[in-house]
């Protein structure tokens, strides 16, 4: 596995300095375009030009990928990104056609209370995974078919699900009271799970378990301050991350901003090196993306500059770094400077810059998204 990890770094170095030389791009601009690789962002508006900022900063730092909302944050009277298929399907094909590279074209689509594409819009309704967990294996695999099929007319290639978190707290408004859970049994959580990631793989859309080390024990919610789950957290928790990774099918895995002390006394999990790379990676075997849920969340954009957010998640083990833009707005530009600035400044290795860029082309080549 070293062997392999190291042979992985050379390779993808070697196309690095290859590529600057061939195309004779000055370092910093090559660079920066590494960080892009590395960026999912959120931005405004139903509709693009070649003049849109999005396209503009697609196009300048090769972003990864992008997150598509229904309505603002803020203000749910207001549309953002979506609102019916056709318009939603012109939208997606714009990004495509104007992106210089392969792009994740991202959204939150369990099902439920949790869903960017939904009825009111004209799209097909799917329940949560509480009321999926009631059916049996072949009406869930229908629903899931189904819900895979709308993305993909749609042109999503990324969909934030399934939710692996286990039902352990029922007092937990953000997991058990959205009904985003399908169980406290891990092996039923799996079950449906693993049906929902097979629908998407059919069509080629790539899934993403979340929240990582688990989220359904808490008692708070990370989007608006600081979790701490040291009490309520257990073992078990991590039973379907083990058994979906054993499968072989896991491509992204979702961080949660949730504290627990007894795995890292300092730093929630989404900038803890040691839940992201020593629990995930070394304990339980996961080498695929690890992306961040969305670093304007209260539980880390009250407690970390950007400089600190960006620095301890890259070098915890994170490759994908989520800004939805919709609790804050953050520049592209701004985003990219910094994390250029850590990495010159050594804060930040060029090595986990690599790495992480290897892995995002390794899931875009897995999932044959040109």
Same mark, same amino acid.
């Given at each position: 596995?070293?062997?392999?990890?190291?042979?992985?770094?050379?390779?993808?170095? +070697?196309?690095?300095?290859?590529?600057?030389?061939?195309?004779?791009?000055?370092?910093?601009?090559l660079?920066?375009?590494?960080?892009?690789?590395?960026?999912?962002?959120?931005?405004?508006?139903?509709?693009? +030009?070649? #003049?849109?900022?999005?396209?503009?900063?697609?196009?300048?730092?090769?972003?990864?990928?992008?997150?598509?909302?229904?309505?603002?944050?803020?203000?749910?009277?207001? @549309?953002?990104?979506?609102?019916?298929?056709?318009?939603?399907?012109?939208?997606?094909?714009?990004?495509?056609?104007?992106?210089?590279?392969?792009?994740?074209?991202?959204?939150d689509?369990? !099902?439920?209370?949790?869903?960017?594409?939904?009825?009111?819009?004209g *799209?097909?309704?799917?329940?949560?995974?509480?009321?999926?967990?009631?059916?049996?294996?072949?009406?869930?695999?229908?629903? &899931? #078919?189904?819900?895979?099929? +709308?993305?993909?007319?749609?042109?999503?290639?990324?969909?934030?699900?399934?939710?692996?978190?286990?039902?352990?707290?029922?007092?937990?408004?953000?997991?058990?009271?959205?009904?985003?859970?399908?169980?406290?049994?891990?092996?039923?959580?799996a079950?449906y799970?693993?049906?929902?990631?097979?629908?998407?793989q059919?069509?080629?859309?790539?899934?993403?378990?979340?929240?990582?080390?688990?989220?359904?024990?808490?008692?708070? #919610?990370?989007?608006?301050?600081?979790?701490?789950?040291?009490?309520?957290?257990?073992?078990?928790?991590?039973?379907?991350?083990i058994?979906l990774?054993?499968?072989?099918g896991?491509?992204?895995?979702?961080?949660?901003?949730v504290?627990?002390?007894?795995?890292?006394e300092? &730093?929630?999990?989404?900038?803890?090196?040691r839940?992201?790379?020593?629990?995930?990676?070394?304990?339980?075997?996961?080498?695929?993306?690890?992306?961040? #849920?969305?670093?304007?969340?209260?539980?880390?954009?009250?407690?970390?500059?950007?400089?600190?957010?960006?620095?301890?998640?890259?070098?915890? !083990?994170?490759?994908?770094?989520?800004? !939805?833009?919709?609790?804050?707005?953050?520049?592209?530009?701004?985003?990219?400077e +910094?994390?250029?600035?850590?990495?010159?400044n050594?804060?930040?290795?060029?090595?986990?810059?690599?790495?992480?860029n290897?892995?995002v082309?390794?899931? *875009? @080549?897995?999932?044959?998204?040109?």
């Open positions: 596995m070293l062997f392999l990890k190291l042979a992985t770094l050379f390779f993808t170095l +070697t196309l690095f300095f290859q590529n600057a030389y061939a195309s004779e791009m000055p370092q910093d601009e660079l920066k375009k590494m960080i892009g690789r590395m960026l999912i962002v959120g931005f405004e508006s139903q509709s693009i +030009t070649k #003049d849109s900022k999005i396209v503009k900063d697609m196009q300048k730092y090769h972003l990864g990928g992008v997150i598509l909302f229904d309505r603002h944050f803020n203000d749910r009277t207001k @549309t953002k990104n979506i609102s019916s298929p056709k318009q939603l399907k012109t939208l997606t094909s714009s990004l495509n056609s104007f992106a210089k590279k392969p792009l994740l074209i991202s959204v689509q369990e !099902g439920g209370k949790v869903a960017r594409l939904k009825p009111a819009y *799209f097909e309704a799917t329940p949560s995974a509480k009321v999926v967990s009631e059916m049996d294996a072949y009406m869930t695999k229908r629903v &899931y #078919d189904n819900l895979a099929k +709308t993305l993909q007319n749609a042109g999503i290639n990324c969909n934030f699900a399934p939710v692996v978190d286990l039902a352990v707290n029922p007092q937990n408004r953000v997991i058990s009271g959205l009904k985003r859970s399908y169980s406290s049994e891990p092996k039923e959580v079950k799970a693993k049906i929902f990631m097979d629908s998407l059919e069509r080629n859309i790539i899934s993403v378990l979340k929240h990582f080390p688990g989220h359904g024990s808490s008692l708070e #919610d990370s989007h608006n301050g600081f979790v701490d789950i040291s009490e309520t957290w257990g073992e078990t928790e991590l039973e379907p991350y058994e990774i054993h499968s072989g896991v491509s992204m895995i979702m961080t949660a901003h504290f627990n002390r007894y795995l890292d300092l &730093y929630p999990a989404t900038l803890s090196y839940v992201n790379t020593e629990l995930l990676r070394e304990k339980l075997g996961y080498d695929g993306v690890i992306v961040s #849920d969305d670093l304007q969340m209260g539980a880390i954009a009250k407690h970390y500059t950007l400089e600190e957010i960006v620095t301890l998640s890259i070098n915890s !083990g994170v490759d994908m770094l989520l800004f !939805g833009n919709q609790l804050a707005k953050q520049d592209t530009r701004e985003l990219v +910094t994390i250029m600035a850590q990495v010159k050594g804060s930040i290795s060029m090595d986990r810059i690599v790495e992480s290897s892995r082309e390794q899931l *875009f @080549t897995k999932i044959q998204i040109k």
